[in-house]
């Protein structure tokens, strides 16, 4: 078995010092190691979106990354997004539009639309839906999803 | 009569948001793979990478040996004989001839089939200790193709089961032969449908954690027929019912595939309770996409008969199902679907239908939202349009003279299945086709559409228009389990359900009926689901059952713990039942009141079968129906094709739908629009192609590709409440397969018309109207 590499990261804030097997995927990473299950796995190859995560500040899909790379980085989970009260307006939104309906692809939509938001991304449909096309859910259609992030998208709005 | 002075809320048709919302959007709420207490050992099955080959040898030893390994298991290992998964549903005579083992025992049958059971410390190791075992394969030729399964030259997959012909449903009224004889004009056609399925985004997992100092057996993960699948299993392990508990997590939707019985519902628990140690398991997508159940690959030679008025005289079809390598739970239920419902709005007399089930090298089948729906709606609106077109009727017009009329209802179409102690007899309850045919036309301005295209079509583009009208089944039973109880001291008020939550929102739903009869605030009721240690029975959620059936036990057991309560209340306070008042938290009577709480406490105890002792009011019931509910709808769709491309553009698409009446209507929405989106999958896109050695040419998502945002077009839908279910105390239909099941019926009828050329198979791929096109082209070359 491969050695064991060190890693310096911070996930939602706190520092975390431990020691990976280099073939550790960071979605197994946060979830097994760091209990952080609000992240979900559905594909493992990088298409689904249920493992959206932010990688200092950038939107990624944390099975297409191992977990040494976030050595010396900063990981931000949904964990760490649910007290932004941006954050609780959009959760509060895609409830009221009917934006989930079992809720296994919700977390990674979270944290795209969050990130979305939190660039000004404008209140279109069309440019809402190019940018969630990376995310799939089965249940929904988008639709509820589409509208309660284009009623809360605020063209121009800077960045809380 | 008690009438309240002050009327409560109505919940029933209100659009309310989600209880179930908050923790899943906080994701809080833990799915099967999030449960996780560190104690636990990983499993990791090993499949077959053949599609038909015989076992020669199996050396699992250096598997064994790995260091991290706990056990390795073949068939071999288990206890003898091998268990085959049980049938659930339509066990046609013959079906039980193809069931599968839990694990490969001598031969393999498709690729992805179990053939090891790996458990380790973790996932990673047991999934390294998978490529330590050696198998020898004998390569057999494949089986693949539903015209050649049944030919003398195919293998036979299975000992007496002659031409891999598995069983054949029949259906027939009248007399066909004359019809056809009769006909003025007899559209015709070899259709098929093409093999794809659910793929929620959840993967199927399980957590079994077998205590053997007390013999108890927890399993996480069990949804969809919980309590079948507990009873099965309960019998597969040879240990008492008492001793299983099955607890529902969230789950990750449904849609027919998650929730039967398994090989894994077997393996994990028997590895649980061999190594008594808990053991989880979760498969990867791409073991997914070849371990869960497949569906809709049909071939049907199909033929419509019309006089020269263009009134449809009969229908005659002759057609195979794709069962895969074996016969799962399901049994024959997606062939006695498609029997039963292909008819759909129109009052066709003569009829005979029969689908053979048919075995092959592929992933095993069974049902997905819609079975036999999607498929036959997609032949018989086809063929209504073919029939249409040879008599230069407008396709509107066409339909709107055959259906079925409102005066005419209930419909008794006077076909009648059984099988074993299940039983489906086809009298459509109540609705209004003509009326929601031009509720749709108007929406959609149809005649605005017509020219429109015509405006296209003289620029020289390729436009169409296709319609797609349709019944769909709800409410099989024929029962469900239903508890209220109000709870002394907090007043809360427990539902207990029989049905399981698969993302479609019976905690609130089930909370709205209840609320309703019992008068209370939503916001004190909670819904309890899942657990079959306090809900001890119940058939569950599927075939849209889950708001009559579920909602009908709700019901009925919520008016019983209301009459308890206002019979206790009217005894506390010394009046008659007639004389006392709810204002939704207190009864009133005279100068007086009771709080429900004190209410509650003064109920006592309750002893409910199979759950124990519980406080506080109860009311326990158990609805029982064999009567179907059918709503329905028509699809309207306006289509652009790009020559160049063959991609297919839509630029209207209305949907109508008639819920008889509406718990919930946004979540009535939700569902259409949602099941829309999986039935554009499946016209446009999804497809599990096989090539003929039997591999699977679907990988990952990046072959089976999935509707993502930008391919949903915006959609106008209606949903209406004008027919009622007269079988349903509440009137309501069900919703949950609706979206899904005409799509593919309404855009290949829009190609066919955009193009001239008719479409007889799907996925309408942008290649497949490329081929079209082209033979569009050489059409008008000929004339």
Not at chain 1, 59 to 71: I, K, Y
Request: hydrophobic content about 40%; overall charge negative; some cysteine.
């Amino acid at each position: 078995m491969p050695e064991a590499r060190p890693i310096n990261t911070t996930v939602n804030g706190e520092v975390v010092q431990t020691a990976v097997e280099p073939r550790l995927l960071l979605s197994d990473f946060l979830r097994d190691r760091l209990l952080l299950t609000a992240t979900k796995v559905g594909c493992e190859h990088g298409v689904c979106g249920a493992c959206s995560v932010l990688l200092d500040g950038e939107l990624v899909r944390s099975c297409l990354l191992f977990a040494t790379q976030v050595h010396g980085h900063e990981v931000v989970t949904l964990e760490g997004l649910r007290e932004i009260s941006r954050v609780r307006e959009l959760m509060a939104g895609l409830s009221e539009h009917h934006g989930l309906q079992c809720g296994f692809c919700t977390p990674g939509i979270v944290v795209a639309a969050w990130a979305y938001l939190r660039d000004g991304g404008p209140p279109d449909p069309s440019a809402f839906r190019e940018y969630i096309s990376g995310n799939l859910c089965r249940c929904t259609g988008y639709e509820g999803l589409v509208e309660a992030v284009c009623s809360l998208a605020v063209k121009g709005a800077p960045a809380p | 009569m008690t009438l309240a002075p002050v009327r409560h809320h109505r919940w029933v048709g209100s659009a309310v948001t989600r209880k179930e919302d908050d923790e899943l959007l906080t994701g809080t709420r833990p799915f099967v793979a999030d449960i996780r207490d560190g104690t636990e050992l990983h499993a990791h099955v090993l499949r077959s990478f053949a599609p038909h080959a015989r076992i020669s040898a199996v050396d699992v030893t250096p598997a064994r040996e790995a260091t991290g390994v706990h056990a390795v298991l073949t068939a071999a290992d288990l206890p003898q004989p091998v268990r085959r998964i049980p049938l659930r549903l339509w066990p046609l005579d013959g079906v039980d001839r193809a069931l599968q083992p839990v694990l490969a025992v001598d031969r393999v049958r498709y690729v992805g089939e179990p053939v090891a059971l790996i458990v380790a410390d973790s996932r990673y190791i047991a999934e390294d200790a998978a490529e330590l075992i050696e198998i020898d394969y004998d390569f057999l030729d494949p089986v693949i193709g539903l015209d050649h399964a049944t030919q003398s030259n195919a293998i036979e997959l299975h000992d007496h089961v002659d031409r891999n012909v598995a069983g054949t449903v029949s259906v027939g009224i009248g007399d066909v032969d004359a019809a056809m004889r009769d006909a003025h004009i007899v559209a015709s056609g070899r259709f098929r449908v093409n093999r794809h399925s659910g793929v929620p985004l959840e993967t199927r997992g399980l957590v079994a954690h077998f205590d053997s100092n007390i013999g108890h057996l927890w399993v996480w993960g069990p949804t969809k027929v919980a309590h079948f699948n507990r009873i099965a299993l309960a019998d597969l392990l040879d240990l008492d019912l008492e001793r299983i508990h099955f607890i529902e997590p969230a789950v990750g939707g449904g849609f027919g595939v998650r929730g039967e019985f398994y090989p894994e519902d077997y393996l994990i628990p028997y590895a649980s309770v061999v190594l008594g140690r808990r053991v989880a398991w979760q498969e990867d997508r791409s073991e997914s996409f070849l371990a869960t159940n497949h569906s809709r690959e049909q071939l049907h030679d199909a033929q419509l008969a019309v006089d020269a008025d263009g009134r449809i005289g009969a229908l005659s079809v002759r057609g195979a199902n794709s069962m895969g390598g074996y016969v799962r739970s399901h049994g024959a239920t997606v062939a006695t679907m498609s029997a039963i419902m292909f008819p759909g709005p129109y009052p066709v007399q003569n009829y005979s239908c029969d689908i053979d089930c048919v075995l092959e090298n592929k992933t095993p089948t069974g049902t997905y939202r819609g079975p036999g729906r999607f498929e036959t709606n997609f032949v018989r609106e086809r063929l209504v349009d073919m029939a249409a077109r040879a008599l230069d009727l407008d396709p509107a017009e066409m339909r709107r003279q055959n259906y079925i009329r409102s005066d005419q209802m209930p419909y008794d179409f006077g076909i009648d299945v059984r099988m074993a102690e299940l039983h489906v007899h086809q009298r459509y309850d109540s609705g209004d086709y003509v009326r929601q045919l031009d509720d749709t036309l108007a929406a959609a301005d149809y005649a605005g559409l017509k020219a429109r295209r015509s405006i296209l079509r003289a620029e020289g583009r390729c436009a169409g228009i296709g319609l797609a009208s349709f019944v769909e089944k709800s409410g099989i039973g024929s029962w469900e389990y239903g508890r209220v109880e109000i709870l002394p001291g907090s007043g809360e008020v427990l539902v207990f359900t029989g049905l399981a939550g698969v993302g479609q929102g019976i905690e609130t739903s089930m909370a709205q009926i209840a609320a309703d009869e019992l008068g209370v605030d939503l916001a004190r009721v909670r819904v309890v689901h899942g657990d079959t240690d306090v809900v001890p029975r119940g058939l569950g959620s599927f075939a849209s059952r889950g708001t009559m059936l579920g909602g009908g036990a709700v019901y009925l057991a919520a008016r019983r713990a209301a009459s308890a309560a206002r019979e206790i209340a009217a005894s506390a306070l010394g009046v008659g039942d007639g004389d006392i008042y709810f204002d939704g938290s207190s009864y009133g009577g005279g100068a007086q009141s009771i709080s429900i709480e004190e209410v509650a406490s003064l109920a006592g105890e309750t002893h409910i079968s199979d759950v124990g002792i519980r406080r506080g009011l109860c009311g326990e019931a158990i609805y029982e129906s064999e009567d179907l509910g059918y709503p329905y709808g028509t699809h309207l769709v306006f289509i652009e094709i790009d020559r160049g491309t063959g991609v297919i553009d839509i630029g209207r698409y209305v949907m109508s739908y008639d819920v008889g009446v509406a718990v919930n209507p946004m979540l009535v929405r939700g569902q259409l629009i949602g099941g829309l989106a999986q039935g554009l999958g499946g016209a446009l896109l999804e497809e599990f192609g096989y090539d003929s050695d039997g591999q699977p040419q679907f990988a990952s998502f990046a072959e089976y590709l999935m509707p993502t945002a930008t391919d949903m077009p915006d959609v106008e839908i209606i949903v209406t409440e004008h027919a009622p279910s007269p079988v349903h105390p509440l009137g309501l239909k069900g919703a949950g397969e609706g979206g899904a099941v005409a799509a593919a019926a309404a855009l290949a009828n829009a190609v066919s018309d955009a193009t001239g050329v008719d479409v007889f198979e799907l996925p309408l791929t942008p290649g497949r109207v490329l081929d079209l096109l082209a033979r569009s082209a050489l059409h008008s070359e000929d004339s």
